[in-house]
């Protein structure tokens, strides 16, 4: 089957620019046999903005100085919205059951904060305050749970509350039960569930000050993202967690995803059967004799 940047009959040469550009602004590394499969996603952009080729586009991208806007669909076009309600909930409840009740026994009077980077279109954030909820934590401890995306469109979804029957491929149905109503458009989230997530903002976390704005909690959920990065764009990433995070500190990432090779900063611990990249002790330190 012919791609669409084919059909278009646009070449492919400049494809690797932009291969770079990306990958220098997103952290999102497409490597050689996934061009075409990157063409494919920026063609209908160029084609909206009356180009001819990937060049002229390349060209927006870099040096035009409104080009912001345009990075905002640039991200909607590459966004994997691969997700859905209690995926890989053993991370979340060792969280839940054990990190939270630390947390608040350390520092009881101080509110927990969370943040979920990607959050897609808000199905983990959610389950992460449906978890909350049922084991009473909202009623005794201040808790904040914020979320962050880098497509604009997947945080207007989580912001509207609205689900379909793919994100409950894994849900309990007591749970679904409990927390959503149906209507003919699909399923909303009840609204007191909704609001257990504080914010909802789009971030870039290869922009420092995007992050910087959000990482200093204690518990970072960033899930399923590395796998579509480089090496050199995980340890970016990773060690400004590590510089912002306060100890102790609680990074969550996927089963497939692996911290070893980029970072001594955190170390893997098993918590209640999960495995959680845990802030080390040096790494503290070094952030106390700063």
């Known amino acids: 089957m012919a791609s669409q940047s084919g059909n278009l009959g646009f070449s492919m040469a400049a494809v690797p620019l932009l291969r770079e550009l990306i990958h220098e602004r997103t952290g999102l590394y497409y490597d050689a046999g996934r061009l075409e499969n990157l063409a494919d996603r920026v063609a209908p952009l160029v084609v909206e903005r009356g180009f001819a080729s990937f060049l002229d586009y390349y060209y927006l991208l870099k040096y035009d100085a409104d080009a912001g806007g345009e990075w905002a669909r640039v991200m909607d076009a590459l966004a994997v919205p691969e997700t859905y309600f209690w995926r890989e909930p053993d991370q979340l409840r060792a969280i839940v059951d054990v990190v939270v009740p630390a947390l608040v026994r350390q520092q009881p009077a101080a509110?927990?904060?969370?943040?979920?980077?990607?959050?897609?279109?808000?199905?983990?954030?959610?389950?992460?305050?449906?978890?909350?909820?049922?084991?009473?934590?909202?009623?005794?401890?201040?808790?904040?749970?914020?979320?962050?995306?880098?497509?604009?469109?997947?945080?207007?979804?989580?912001?509207?509350?609205?689900?379909?029957?793919?994100?409950?491929?894994?849900?309990?149905?007591?749970?679904?039960?409990?927390?959503?109503?149906?209507?003919?458009?699909?399923?909303?989230?009840?609204?007191?569930?909704?609001?257990?997530?504080?914010?909802?903002?789009?971030?870039?976390?290869?922009?420092?000050?995007?992050?910087?704005?959000?990482?200093?909690?204690?518990?970072?959920?960033?899930?399923?993202?590395?796998?579509?990065?480089?090496?050199?764009?995980?340890?970016?990433?990773?060690?400004?967690?590590?510089r912002l995070m306060p100890c102790p500190a609680y990074l969550c990432v996927a089963a497939a995803e692996s911290l070893l090779r980029v970072t001594t900063a955190f170390e893997l611990e098993e918590i209640a059967g999960a495995f959680v990249y845990v802030k080390t002790a040096q790494a503290c330190k070094k952030e106390t004799d700063a």
Do not use: K
């Not at 579509?228 to 967690?241: D, K, L, P």
């Open 111 to 242: 509110p927990i904060r969370i943040w979920s980077v990607p959050c897609s279109t808000g199905e983990e954030p959610l389950t992460l305050a449906m978890m909350l909820q049922d084991a009473g934590w909202f009623d005794r401890a201040a808790i904040e749970i914020h979320a962050s995306d880098a497509s604009p469109a997947a945080i207007a979804r989580a912001r509207a509350g609205r689900y379909r029957e793919r994100s409950f491929r894994s849900l309990p149905v007591h749970l679904r039960q409990r927390y959503f109503t149906q209507d003919q458009d699909g399923w909303i989230v009840d609204p007191t569930i909704h609001a257990r997530v504080t914010s909802w903002s789009v971030v870039n976390v290869l922009c420092e000050g995007d992050v910087a704005a959000r990482a200093r909690v204690p518990i970072i959920f960033c899930r399923n993202l590395f796998i579509y990065f480089s090496e050199a764009g995980v340890r970016q990433v990773v060690e400004q967690f590590a």
